[in-house]
T-cell receptor
Framework: GENVEQHPSTLSVQEGDSAVIKCTYS??????FPWYKQELGKGPQLIID?????GEKKDQRIAVTLNKTAKHFSLHITETQPEDSAVYFC?????????????FGKGTKLSVKP | KAGVTQTPRYLIKTRGQQVTLSCSPI?????VSWYQQTPGQGLQFLFE???????NKGNFPGRFSGRQFSNSRSEMNVSTLELGDSALYLC??????????????FGPGTRLTVL
């Protein structure tokens, strides 16, 4: 079955710097890659997603890139702010199915120092 | 509109007991999924319900069960609790459960501690 590896497990940056979180997946059939942000005491919130027919997607300060050949995808946050501090999860799956096919990485705790 | 609500938010039980957790999805959402979140295993899918039917099930023992009511509210039950069941249990709802066209909204979770 699908396996998703996420690195690093913790990341500390200065406010204004960029942050990059990387994930690799094992199942070449995976074609949907969402990213979630989880703040303390809250459930995960979808922040951006990408499908396998797209190499990059941007939404303001957040971007995701996908390399299907290497089976890895990355989250890029530019001009980080203290409110970006949270745990970020990547996930992978074959869309067309239901929620049960979503496999999550173990998470990255991002700390943005003012 | 109101988000996904879960009750209770915190729960302490002892080994061998059973527990029932409740989830109220966003109004109009018919798909409810349950996840277990632990530091060691991360987020793991438990099961998904749609229109009162279990549509998908993760790799968890039969001690974990759930149901969905006609108003889409869902409950999950864990019987014969073990120490390893201590976790944050998250509920998520979406309109039809057919991502990526459907966004899944998570609740704040129920923190279960088994002593």
């Amino acid at each position: 079955g699908e396996n998703v590896e996420q690195h690093p497990s913790t990341l500390s940056v200065q406010e204004g710097d960029s942050a990059v979180i990387k994930c690799t997946y094992s199942d070449s059939a995976s074609n949907y890659f969402p990213w979630y942000k989880q703040e303390l005491g809250k459930g995960p919130q979808l922040i951006i997603d990408i499908r396998s027919n797209v190499g990059e997607k941007k939404d303001q300060r957040i971007a995701v890139t996908l390399n299907k050949t290497a089976k890895h995808f990355s989250l890029h946050i530019t001009e980080t702010q203290p409110e970006d501090s949270a745990v970020y999860f990547c996930a992978a799956s074959s869309y067309g199915g239901s929620q049960g096919n979503l496999i999550f990485g173990k998470g990255t705790k991002l700390s943005v120092k003012p | 509109k109101a988000g996904v609500t879960q009750t209770p938010r915190y729960l302490i039980k002892t080994r061998g007991q059973q527990v029932t957790l409740s989830c109220s999805p966003i109004s109009g959402h018919r798909s409810v999924s349950w996840y277990q979140q632990t530091p060691g295993q991360g987020l793991q899918f438990l099961f998904e319900y749609f229109s009162e039917t279990q549509r998908n099930k993760g790799n968890f023992p039969g001690r974990f069960s759930g149901r969905q009511f006609s108003n889409s509210r869902s409950e999950m039950n864990v019987s014969t609790l073990e120490l390893g069941d201590s976790a944050l249990y998250l509920c998520a709802s979406s309109f039809s459960g057919a991502y990526p066209t459907d966004t899944q909204y998570f609740g704040p979770g129920t923190r279960l501690t088994v002593l």
